[in-house]
């Protein structure tokens, strides 16, 4: 089974300063990833998707971007923080063959 | 325009009891349907899921119900145990390599 990490756990950041977020999947190859954010007492919203190295999808028009170095590597950045970033981001894996997505433990973001 | 919709914020069941968790959805391509539940500062866990050619599928103390022709699923957890309180989010997907759609969640509380 897969397993889906992501560092760091929290991250407190100020306005305009820069973001990296990474995540990484085990035990699986070529999956498709996902980044996700869940702002306070709202519902999961899709930021990102690949479904290979070098290949991204935006959802939505915003200050963050997302790359795929590698084939089990997703990492969300930002060149300047706005206070809207603040939330709660998750990474998810659907291996190839499955339809369900699987999620890692989340990082919350808070920018100040 | 909120495609999945769980309508109710919160729930409260007694220990042991039937807990009966509603989502609707208004997009006529999604195809294949989630159960996440979630507990705070963690990512989702799936639970559950079931795709539209069927109208039940059961794991368990877990049911999954599907009205295609009300756009409706529910799911059900019986008996209802002190852990399953948690949030659970409803998802839906239109098959290929995109995101999940979430509903914005219901907080279950089994209470003792």
């Known amino acids: 089974s897969q397993t889906i990490h992501q560092w760091p756990a929290t991250l407190v950041q100020p306005v305009g300063s820069p973001l990296s977020l990474e995540c990484t999947v085990e035990?699986?190859?070529?999956?498709?990833l996902y980044w996700y954010r869940q702002a306070a007492g709202r519902g999961l919203q899709l930021l990102f998707y690949s479904v290979g190295i070098g290949q991204i999808s935006s959802e939505v028009p915003q200050n963050l971007s997302a790359s795929r170095p590698q084939d089990r590597q997703f990492i969300l950045s930002s060149k300047k923080l706005l206070l809207s970033d603040s939330g709660f981001y998750l990474c998810a894996s659907r291996p190839g063959a499955m339809d369900t997505q699987y999620f890692g433990p989340g990082t919350r973001l808070t920018v100040l | 325009d909120q495609q999945v919709k769980q309508n109710s914020p919160s729930l409260s069941v007694q220990e042991g009891r039937i807990s009966i968790l509603n989502c609707d959805y208004t997009n006529s391509m999604f195809d294949y349907f989630l159960w996440y539940k979630k507990y705070p500062a963690e990512g989702p866990t799936f639970l559950i899921s079931i795709s539209s050619i069927k109208d039940k599928n059961e794991d368990g103390r877990f049911t999954v119900f599907l009205n295609k022709s009300a756009k409706h699923l529910s799911l059900h957890i019986v008996p209802s145990q002190p852990g399953d309180s948690a949030v659970y989010f409803c998802?839906?997907?239109?098959?290929?390599?995109?995101?999940?759609?979430f509903g914005k969640g219901t907080h279950l509380i089994i209470q003792p």
């Open positions: 998802a839906a997907s239109a098959g290929g390599a995109d995101g999940l759609t």
């Open positions: 035990g699986t190859s070529n999956p498709n």
